[in-house]
């Protein structure tokens, strides 16, 4: 904020400025009444000012944030269905004793797993290459970097309907390359692998962009002369890109997997709109339903509210446990270094 | 003072920037509740606007009957808002009712879905059988019954129905070495679902492997079970579905179709399925009247008049939907007056020679757009006659707030499988494991 002159600084008296008209004893008074005014609500200003002004968006978290959570769990320990969210039974923790025998659940948990493994890994790797490639000087290089980015501006809706039809088993175009070569055709959606595969590939396609960009502007940051000096030692560029690029990545690295272990395990619309029959059971042997669907189609589809938070506090937890292994693998990765 | 008074006047910016930010954002929120507000308030040449929430392909605008009713009504104003599927249609619906926001001022209601909305929402709906103009003897009295409560509220008014019948393709036949007149293929399974296999099998020695008897899995189970009184619930409400011994036949007949490859590996109403009309993969279809639009939308031009319609082995209905005036709209009795109209006998009528949606007011069938009906893709077969005579057999049935849960539990985690290679025992398992859990509260 600027600074008040008014109060900041009084007035020289005989100065080069001009002064005040002078006053008398009462008018010298009010002013001193109007300055420590004016003093106080500068100080309240400087005092809440900050606190109104980071108070949007803690409200919005508390309406639509803390809120639900808390509202979320509450439903959890009863027995509500969508149809008449005020009518609740207590029936405490059932909902999540249930889980345990939930085969539905660590169905859903191992595939989201898989699935999450399956496009990580190779994402992540694969985004590691292309910013090095990227990083070389290039013709057009902001070319290549907006076109990287376009599968992440693409909506999820967008991108996964033009997979289904790539991976349909009667019409679709992988099928028809695969024919074409005198492969069999695969049934996609149906096999237990081909789907989690295809699925990761909607995945991989839409993100590996995206952390390009973050490890490409990571790369940018590294000293120039790290990698002459590199090169006077005679290392190759393969050399440099390993004792070199890698270690001052680290960080981003980690940041990178973090963000990734926590989208693989919110996966949701690309396996729904995968979905050959348009339903929530993620194929019809549920082979490929996440975490994510299976909260939906219990929520939205079978109107089970109860048990659908339960489930989405379970998966909270499940998601807290990786925050703290998270946390732990990077410690011990930093003290390493 | 200068540079004073230039921080404070960009001060003010700010901070008007920040409450302007602010604002937005709250209204933002706010929007969300409001828009029907805006779009069902009179709009500026004074008109009332009425909104109505509905799925798929109702054809009402379609069949000219929005305008017709404009013109009858000058101050009225319709506009419709159409969700694609009734699976993304209706937990919508049940979320804007049990929140009582967000609802049009018409929503329509599936058949599958309406057993549900009687028995758990029917206080948010107006009482129709009370509005002006309302007379129960139009309907077919089960058509009525579907969307009235134990205490003699209907929650909705019915527009149509679906009397199932078989559409097959005459040249598949004739190719096949099977009759093709209509009367005579009604003969072939007459009464039993069974000889409508036997059929198949007959049908796929002559024809070879380049074509399928029918279309799916899911459209055979479910017009099997059509037919029957009870299928997944009993009439004193109580979840029968696994010991029901119709439901466990109809599912062992349609694998055993599924295994003896009489039936395409397909989802209906999904693009795969869509492609396999437009190829002519497929002689038969379980056929509602709608069941022709989908067909005739489908198709290539050359396919037109190539299909005829016979009597299903028993008849069945597939498919209705109702009309429904929630109380919280803003225009209760002018939606009320509309559902009325848009549901008359007449109206119905008008729907069925445009749209083939057939009518579930009786008194329609008399009129001459049905009893002349006819359609692109059948030829000049009298579609209505055929179809209303499906419509006079068909069984009261039993229908469940749950019923679409299951349906789908059987079509796409059972019978399906069995054309994917599974066993019917694995599939039938598979299918009653997931319908108990999505059951299960």
Not at chain 1, 107 to 135: F, R
Not at chain 2, 346 to 362: I, N, R, T, Y
Not at chain 2, 382 to 389: D, M, N, Q, S, T
């Amino acid at each position: 904020m600027t600074t008040r002159h008014d109060t900041a600084a009084s007035p020289v008296k005989g100065g080069a400025a001009p002064g005040r008209p002078p006053g008398g004893r009462a008018s010298a008074e009010a002013d001193r009444r109007k300055r420590a005014k004016l003093s106080r609500r500068w100080q309240r200003d400087m005092r809440w000012s900050p606190y109104a002004f980071v108070s949007p968006f803690f409200l919005l978290f508390l309406a639509f944030g803390l809120f639900p959570l808390i509202y979320t769990g509450w439903a959890s320990l009863h027995t509500v269905e969508l149809t008449a969210p005020t009518d609740m039974q207590w029936t405490g923790l059932d909902n999540y004793t249930r889980i345990f025998d939930d085969e539905f659940f660590w169905n859903a948990a191992k595939n989201t797993l898989w699935i999450g493994v399956i496009s990580t890994v190779p994402q992540l790797l694969m985004a590691m290459g292309l910013a090095h490639i990227l990083n070389y000087k290039l013709r057009a290089s902001t070319f290549y970097r907006v076109v990287m980015l376009a599968p992440y501006a693409t909506s999820i809706a967008a991108a996964s309907l033009v997979f289904v039809l790539l991976f349909g088993r009667d019409y679709g175009m992988i099928n028809w390359v695969l024919d074409m070569v005198g492969l069999d055709k695969i049934d996609w959606q149906n096999g237990s692998w081909s789907s989690k595969f295809a699925v990761s590939t909607i995945v991989i396609w839409r993100w590996t962009g995206y952390n390009a960009l973050i490890y490409l502007a990571a790369m940018q940051a590294i000293p120039q002369d790290l990698y002459e000096s590199a090169a006077l030692d005679g290392a190759s560029r393969w050399r440099q890109f390993i004792h070199v690029t890698l270690p001052s990545l680290r960080p981003t690295i980690l940041f990178t997997v973090v963000v990734s272990t926590i989208g693989a395990s919110q996966v949701f619309g690309e396996p729904l709109l995968f979905d050959a029959n348009k339903g929530a059971s993620g194929g019809s042997q549920h082979q490929f339903q996440t975490l994510g669907l299976y909260l939906y189609e219990q929520g939205w589809v079978n109107q089970h509210l109860g048990r659908a938070s339960a489930i989405a506090w379970a998966m909270f937890l499940i998601l807290i446990v990786i925050g703290i292994l998270n946390a732990v693998i990077s410690r011990r990765l930093r003290a390493s270094s | 003072m200068r540079a004073a008074r230039r921080g404070s006047a960009r001060r003010v910016v700010v901070m008007a920037a920040i409450a302007s930010l602010g604002a937005g954002l709250l209204a933002g929120c706010a929007d969300d509740g409001n828009d029907e507000d805006s779009s069902s308030s009179g709009d500026s040449s004074g008109k009332t606007t009425i909104t109505l929430g509905l799925f798929g392909t109702m054809g009402f605008k379609e069949a000219g009957l929005y305008d017709e009713y404009e013109k009858l009504n000058p101050d009225i104003n319709i506009e419709e808002n159409v969700t694609e599927r009734n699976e993304n249609y209706y937990p919508a619906l049940v979320n804007h009712l049990t929140t009582n926001s967000g609802l049009q001022d018409v929503q329509a209601i599936e058949v599958g879905n309406i057993a549900e909305v009687v028995a758990t929402q029917a206080d948010k709906f107006e009482d129709m059988s009370k509005a002006a103009g309302v007379q129960k003897t139009n309907w077919l009295d089960w058509k009525w019954q579907q969307a009235t409560t134990k205490d003699g509220a209907t929650i909705g008014l019915g527009t149509d129905i679906g009397p199932m019948a078989i559409c097959y393709r005459t040249d598949l036949f004739k190719k096949a070495g099977l009759p093709t007149d209509r009367d005579e293929v009604s003969k072939l399974w007459a009464g039993d679902w069974n000889k409508f296999i036997e059929t198949g099998e007959k049908y796929k020695d002559g024809a070879g492997k380049d074509t399928y008897f029918m279309d799916s899995p899911g459209g055979l189970i479910n017009a099997i079970l059509s037919s029957e009184d009870e299928k997944f619930y009993n009439a004193a409400g109580e979840v029968i579905y696994k010991t029901n011994p119709a439901v466990k036949d109809a599912f062992d007949l349609t694998a055993e179709a599924a295994e003896k490859g009489l039936v395409q590996s397909q989802t209906q109403f999904q693009p795969a399925w869509d492609q396999t009309i437009s190829n002519s993969l497929f002689a038969t279809v379980a056929c509602p009247p709608w069941m022709l639009g989908t067909i005739k939308a489908k198709s290539q031009p050359d396919s037109a008049g190539k299909w005829d319609v016979a009597q299903a082995p028993k008849a069945g209905n597939w498919g209705g939907t109702f009309l429904g005036v929630p109380k919280s709209g803003k225009h209760v009795k002018e939606a009320q007056k509309l559902v009325t109209w848009l549901t008359a006998p007449e109206q119905q009528a008008k729907l069925f020679s445009k749209m083939g949606s057939f009518p579930s007011a009786p008194a329609a069938y008399k009129l001459p757009q049905v009893t002349g009906g006819k359609n692109d893709m059948t030829g000049d077969a009298p579609i209505g006659e055929l179809f209303a005579k499906a419509a006079e057999q068909i069984p009261t049935q039993v229908i469940g707030p749950k019923d679409q849960i299951v349906q789908q539990g059987l079509t796409d985690n059972g019978v399906i499988l069995v054309t994917q290679g599974k066993s019917a025992k694995d599939a039938w398992d598979n299918a009653v494991k997931t319908i108990d859990n999505n059951l299960e509260k």
